[in-house]
């Protein structure tokens, strides 16, 4: 890891970004955010990023009754998409995202997604560089684990390995016969 004054965006971004097509429906949008587990959707026409969708554009919809699985995601997406460079300086990141109130920035280079940068990619740089150099092992374990199911608090099925909100072994079971 670099020092905290020369950290790159492309230190900690998430490269493997779920994207959906203007084309689609919210309903899709949601349906990938529950199956990967994350708050956002970046949406693309012709494979360039123009927008996100986002558990809180969802949750206005809903507040003004929209009919939110019926429309389109261009109907519900947040534009303009801003974005940053790979070499963009963490701490510029950090003051970019706080100055617009977001809270994932997608990263974008030559008009190409190639990461996004979240609130939890930014904790877990600040952990790193306030234990440097030899972080405890608890706190080792948390900003080299992006998939922080413990600290979420969901809980996998024991049948198919899902967490229990998406799989369907429980509700299809069937009751024993009396």
Request: proline content about 8%.
């Given at each position: 890891m670099k020092r905290a004054d020369h950290a790159l965006l492309s230190d900690i971004m998430t490269t493997k970004v779920v994207t959906l097509d203007i084309t689609e429906g919210v309903e899709e949008a949601l349906r990938l955010m529950i199956k990967f587990d994350i708050g956002s959707v970046i949406?693309?026409?012709?494979r360039k990023p123009v927008g996100i969708v986002t558990e809180r554009d969802v949750t206005r919809a809903a507040l003004r009754g929209d009919s939110l699985l019926k429309l389109p995601v261009r109907s519900l997406m947040s534009r303009p998409l801003q974005t940053a460079s790979p070499n963009l300086e963490i701490p510029v990141a950090f003051e970019t995202m706080l100055k617009l109130g977001v809270r994932r920035l997608p990263v974008v280079?030559?008009?190409?997604?190639?990461?996004?940068?979240?609130?939890?990619?930014?904790m877990r740089w600040v952990l790193r560089m306030f234990y440097e150099p030899?972080?405890?092992?608890?706190?080792?374990?948390?900003?080299?684990?992006?998939q922080l199911e413990a600290?979420?608090?969901?809980?996998?099925?024991?049948?198919c390995g899902r967490y229990l909100d998406e799989c369907i072994c429980v509700r299809t079971a069937l009751a024993p016969e009396e």
């Open positions: 949406v693309t026409d012709k280079e030559e008009e190409k997604l190639v990461g996004v940068v979240t609130e939890k990619d930014l030899n972080p405890p092992n608890e706190i080792r374990a948390l900003v080299e684990n992006h600290i979420a608090g969901r809980q996998r099925c024991p049948s």
